[in-house]
Protein backbone atom coordinates (compact mmCIF):
# COMPACT_ATOMS: atom_id res chain seq x y z
CA UNK A 1 0.00 0.00 0.00
CA UNK A 2 1.22 3.48 -1.26
CA UNK A 3 1.47 5.74 2.04
CA UNK A 4 3.16 8.51 0.20
CA UNK A 5 1.63 12.19 0.49
CA UNK A 6 1.20 12.68 -2.84
CA UNK A 7 -1.59 15.08 -4.99
CA UNK A 8 -2.40 11.36 -6.74
CA UNK A 9 -3.62 9.84 -3.60
CA UNK A 10 -4.81 12.56 -1.84
CA UNK A 11 -7.23 13.05 -5.03
CA UNK A 12 -8.25 9.12 -4.98
CA UNK A 13 -9.01 9.02 -1.71
CA UNK A 14 -11.20 12.55 -2.01
CA UNK A 15 -13.14 11.01 -4.65
CA UNK A 16 -13.47 7.47 -2.64
CA UNK A 17 -15.37 9.63 0.45
CA UNK A 18 -17.33 11.18 -2.29
CA UNK A 19 -18.51 8.54 -3.95
CA UNK A 20 -19.04 6.60 -0.14
CA UNK A 21 -21.16 9.84 1.23
CA UNK A 22 -23.04 9.96 -2.07
CA UNK A 23 -23.61 6.06 -2.49
CA UNK A 24 -24.55 6.09 1.40
CA UNK A 25 -27.18 8.91 1.38
CA UNK A 26 -28.41 7.31 -1.80
CA UNK A 27 -29.81 4.73 -0.06
CA UNK A 28 -31.12 6.89 2.99
CA UNK A 29 -32.65 8.77 0.66
CA UNK A 30 -34.49 6.06 -1.18
CA UNK A 31 -35.46 4.77 2.19
CA UNK A 32 -36.70 7.78 3.52
CA UNK A 33 -38.95 7.91 0.15
CA UNK A 34 -40.68 4.51 1.27
CA UNK A 35 -41.99 6.36 4.91
CA UNK A 36 -43.00 9.44 3.22
CA UNK A 37 -45.91 7.77 1.64
CA UNK A 38 -48.20 7.80 4.50
CA UNK A 39 -46.80 10.88 6.85
CA UNK A 40 -47.28 14.78 5.93
CA UNK A 41 -44.62 15.74 8.32
CA UNK A 42 -41.81 14.68 6.31
CA UNK A 43 -43.11 14.39 2.93
CA UNK A 44 -39.77 16.15 0.41
CA UNK A 45 -37.12 15.26 3.04
CA UNK A 46 -35.82 12.31 0.57
CA UNK A 47 -35.93 15.01 -2.08
CA UNK A 48 -34.21 17.44 0.01
CA UNK A 49 -31.47 15.20 1.27
CA UNK A 50 -31.23 14.05 -2.42
CA UNK A 51 -30.73 17.78 -3.80
CA UNK A 52 -28.43 18.65 -0.55
CA UNK A 53 -26.34 15.40 -0.22
CA UNK A 54 -26.32 13.03 -3.13
CA UNK A 55 -26.10 15.29 -5.69
CA UNK A 56 -23.10 17.64 -4.41
CA UNK A 57 -21.50 14.60 -3.48
CA UNK A 58 -21.48 12.80 -7.19
CA UNK A 59 -20.97 16.15 -7.84
CA UNK A 60 -17.53 16.16 -6.30
CA UNK A 61 -16.81 12.92 -7.00
CA UNK A 62 -17.00 13.68 -11.08
CA UNK A 63 -15.02 16.70 -10.07
CA UNK A 64 -12.09 14.64 -7.99
CA UNK A 65 -12.66 11.78 -10.73
CA UNK A 66 -11.56 14.07 -13.65
CA UNK A 67 -8.70 15.58 -11.37
CA UNK A 68 -7.46 12.25 -10.83
CA UNK A 69 -7.49 11.43 -14.28
CA UNK A 70 -5.99 14.71 -15.28
CA UNK A 71 -2.80 13.81 -12.51
CA UNK A 72 -2.89 10.14 -13.42
CA UNK A 73 -2.12 11.24 -17.22
CA UNK A 74 0.42 13.93 -16.01
CA UNK A 75 2.36 11.09 -13.45
CA UNK A 76 2.59 8.55 -16.94
CA UNK A 77 -0.48 6.54 -16.45
CA UNK A 78 -3.64 6.60 -18.66
CA UNK A 79 -6.36 4.18 -17.56
CA UNK A 80 -7.89 4.88 -21.18
CA UNK A 81 -5.32 2.48 -22.31
CA UNK A 82 -5.63 -0.42 -20.12
CA UNK A 83 -8.81 -2.54 -21.21
CA UNK A 84 -12.28 -1.29 -21.81
CA UNK A 85 -13.41 -0.90 -18.19
CA UNK A 86 -12.33 2.79 -17.97
CA UNK A 87 -14.59 3.63 -21.00
CA UNK A 88 -17.59 1.57 -19.45
CA UNK A 89 -16.68 3.62 -16.26
CA UNK A 90 -16.94 6.92 -17.38
CA UNK A 91 -20.07 6.37 -19.31
CA UNK A 92 -21.73 4.87 -16.81
CA UNK A 93 -20.57 7.48 -14.11
CA UNK A 94 -22.31 9.98 -16.81
CA UNK A 95 -25.81 8.67 -16.80
CA UNK A 96 -25.45 7.97 -12.94
CA UNK A 97 -24.25 12.26 -12.84
CA UNK A 98 -27.39 12.97 -15.24
CA UNK A 99 -29.81 10.78 -13.43
CA UNK A 100 -29.17 12.28 -10.22
CA UNK A 101 -29.60 15.53 -11.43
CA UNK A 102 -33.05 14.75 -12.47
CA UNK A 103 -33.71 12.89 -9.25
CA UNK A 104 -35.05 14.96 -6.23
CA UNK A 105 -38.05 16.09 -8.25
CA UNK A 106 -38.76 12.88 -9.03
CA UNK A 107 -38.33 12.16 -5.31
CA UNK A 108 -40.59 15.19 -4.64
CA UNK A 109 -43.27 13.67 -7.11
CA UNK A 110 -43.35 10.53 -5.02
CA UNK A 111 -41.39 8.75 -7.72
CA UNK A 112 -38.44 6.47 -7.08
CA UNK A 113 -37.67 4.89 -10.49
CA UNK A 114 -34.61 7.73 -11.05
CA UNK A 115 -33.38 7.06 -7.51
CA UNK A 116 -33.03 3.58 -8.28
CA UNK A 117 -31.81 3.58 -11.31
CA UNK A 118 -28.53 6.09 -9.72
CA UNK A 119 -28.45 3.23 -7.04
CA UNK A 120 -27.94 0.49 -9.59
CA UNK A 121 -25.34 2.35 -11.96
CA UNK A 122 -23.67 3.36 -8.74
CA UNK A 123 -23.20 -0.52 -8.07
CA UNK A 124 -23.05 -1.44 -11.99
CA UNK A 125 -19.69 1.10 -11.86
CA UNK A 126 -18.37 0.06 -8.45
CA UNK A 127 -18.19 -3.96 -10.01
CA UNK A 128 -16.81 -2.49 -12.74
CA UNK A 129 -13.70 -0.85 -11.52
CA UNK A 130 -13.50 -4.29 -8.65
CA UNK A 131 -13.40 -6.44 -11.63
CA UNK A 132 -11.96 -4.25 -14.02
CA UNK A 133 -9.78 -7.84 -15.19
CA UNK A 134 -12.88 -8.65 -16.94
CA UNK A 135 -13.49 -6.01 -19.16
CA UNK A 136 -10.40 -6.13 -21.68
CA UNK A 137 -7.65 -7.48 -19.75
CA UNK A 138 -5.02 -9.27 -21.59
CA UNK A 139 -6.11 -12.66 -23.03
CA UNK A 140 -5.07 -15.78 -21.64
CA UNK A 141 -2.21 -16.89 -23.67
CA UNK A 142 -3.15 -19.92 -26.11
CA UNK A 143 -2.04 -23.32 -26.24
CA UNK A 144 0.59 -23.95 -28.92
CA UNK A 145 0.60 -27.51 -30.27
CA UNK A 146 4.47 -27.97 -32.13
CA UNK A 147 4.31 -29.15 -35.55
CA UNK A 148 6.37 -32.08 -34.38
CA UNK A 149 4.12 -33.43 -31.98
CA UNK A 150 2.69 -37.15 -32.83
CA UNK A 151 -1.06 -36.32 -33.00
CA UNK A 152 -2.34 -40.13 -34.16
CA UNK A 153 -4.57 -41.83 -32.09
CA UNK A 154 -3.00 -45.67 -30.98
CA UNK A 155 -5.45 -47.91 -29.49
CA UNK A 156 -4.69 -49.74 -26.42
Known sequence: MNLKLEAVNLVRWLHFVTLAVGGGAAVVALLLSGFEE???EIRGLAATIWAKVVAWS??????????LLVLMIQGGQNPLKHGHYFHIKLLLVLVLV???EMTPKALAAGKRGSALLVL????????IVYN????????????????????TFTAR
Open 38 to 40: GRE
Open 98 to 100: GLS
Open 132 to 151: KGLFGGSPAPATVIPATADT
Open 58 to 67: FRLALVAGIG
Open 120 to 127: MFFLASSF
